[in-house]
C-alpha cells in the first residue's frame, strides 16, 4: 500500500501562483507513475500531468501546458506541481495519484488517491 497525502492548496487570485506537495509513504518503491488529477464541482476528474518515477518523464493537459510544472524528489518521496499564470477555470480539488504498473493519464489506471486539495482562484 502507498499513502499519499496532499498539500499547498488555497486561495488565489487570477494570474498568481501555487505550489501542491504531495508527500508519499508506504510502499514506495511500487510506484511508477505519480500524477495530478483535478475535479470541479458537477465535473470529472480530469488529468492535470503525470511524472514517471524513475526517469522522470513528463505529460500534460494542453489546458495547462506552459503554465503548470509536475516534479518529484525521489529522496523524499515527495511530488510537486508548481502552477503559475491561474486562471479562474483552474479551481477545483486537485488529487495526487500514484500507480504501479503504468504510464498513464487514466484515471482508472491509478491504484493509490490522496484526500485532494482545494485551489480557489479569484477573477
Known amino acids: 500500500q502507498v499513502q499519499l497525502v496532499e498539500s499547498g492548496g488555497g486561495l488565489v487570485q487570477a494570474g498568481g501562483s501555487l505550489r501542491l506537495s504531495c508527500a508519499a509513504s508506504?510502499?514506495?518503491?511500487?510506484?511508477?507513475?505519480m500524477g495530478w488529477f483535478r475535479q470541479a464541482p458537477g465535473q470529472e476528474r480530469e488529468f492535470v500531468a503525470r511524472?514517471?518515477?524513475?526517469?522522470?518523464?513528463?505529460r500534460y493537459a494542453d489546458s495547462v501546458l506552459g503554465r503548470f510544472t509536475i516534479s518529484r524528489d525521489n529522496a523524499k518521496n515527495a511530488l510537486y506541481l508548481q502552477m503559475n499564470s491561474l486562471r479562474p477555470e483552474d479551481a477545483a480539488v486537485y488529487f495526487c495519484?500514484?500507480?504501479?504498473?503504468?504510464?498513464?493519464?487514466?484515471?482508472?489506471?491509478?491504484?493509490?488517491w490522496g484526500q485532494g486539495t482545494q485551489v480557489t482562484v479569484s477573477s
Open positions: 495519484a500514484a500507480t504501479r504498473r503504468i504510464i498513464s493519464t487514466t484515471p482508472r489506471d491509478y491504484d493509490y
Open positions: 508506504g510502499r514506495t518503491i511500487d510506484i511508477y507513475t
Open positions: 511524472i514517471t518515477w524513475i526517469g522522470g518523464s513528463t
